[in-house]
């Protein structure tokens, strides 16, 4: 783990600009991702819910899901953007990070409100793979 860069930084941005489009009436905490492809591409996505929680879809998922859709397969940066003053990314959501992770990708987050870089290794070390 180590300070957000300047370039982290940016795409931190992207991730609270797409905090905006959250659509997040049941609990009112949107939280926006942006996600950069191998080809510096970046997909920006928020979450979102539905009456039945368990089909809620968190924002780095949704980010992971358009970018595919728009045929980016790997990926070697995201940020997440919420309201609180910490929002890592939630289990399910590293481990669809780290499918389509590229060696080293980095996962920037704020923490205690500070905003940190960890790498996909660090914040899952044994992820699942087939």
């Given at each position: 783990?180590?300070?957000?860069?300047?370039?982290?930084?940016?795409?931190?941005?992207?991730?609270?600009?797409?905090?905006?489009?959250?659509?997040?009436?049941?609990?009112?905490?949107?939280?926006?991702?942006?996600?950069?492809?191998?080809?510096?591409?970046?997909?920006?996505?928020?979450?979102?819910?539905?009456?039945?929680?368990?089909?809620?879809?968190?924002?780095?998922?949704?980010?992971?899901?358009?970018?595919?859709?728009?045929g980016h397969r790997r990926f070697r940066a995201v940020?997440?953007?919420?309201?609180?003053?910490?929002?890592?990314?939630?289990?399910?959501?590293?481990?669809?990070?780290?499918?389509?992770?590229?060696?080293?990708?980095?996962?920037?987050f704020p923490e205690d409100g500070v905003l940190v870089?960890?790498?996909?290794?660090?914040?899952?070390?044994?992820?699942?793979?087939?």
């Amino acid at each position: 783990m180590r300070p957000a860069d300047d370039h982290e930084r940016a795409l931190h941005r992207q991730a609270e600009e797409a905090r905006q489009r959250a659509y997040v009436p049941y609990s009112d905490f949107p939280v926006g991702a942006a996600l950069e492809s191998e080809e510096g591409a970046v997909v920006t996505a928020g979450n979102v819910e539905n009456a039945s929680y368990g089909l809620t879809i968190c924002a780095e998922r949704s980010a992971v899901v358009r970018a595919v859709a728009e045929g980016h397969r790997r990926f070697r940066a995201v940020a997440v953007a919420g309201v609180a003053a910490s929002v890592p990314p939630c289990g399910a959501c590293r481990q669809v990070l780290a499918e389509f992770a590229l060696p080293g990708m980095t996962i920037t987050f704020p923490e205690d409100g500070v905003l940190v870089t960890y790498t996909v290794e660090e914040i899952l070390p044994a992820s699942f793979r087939l």
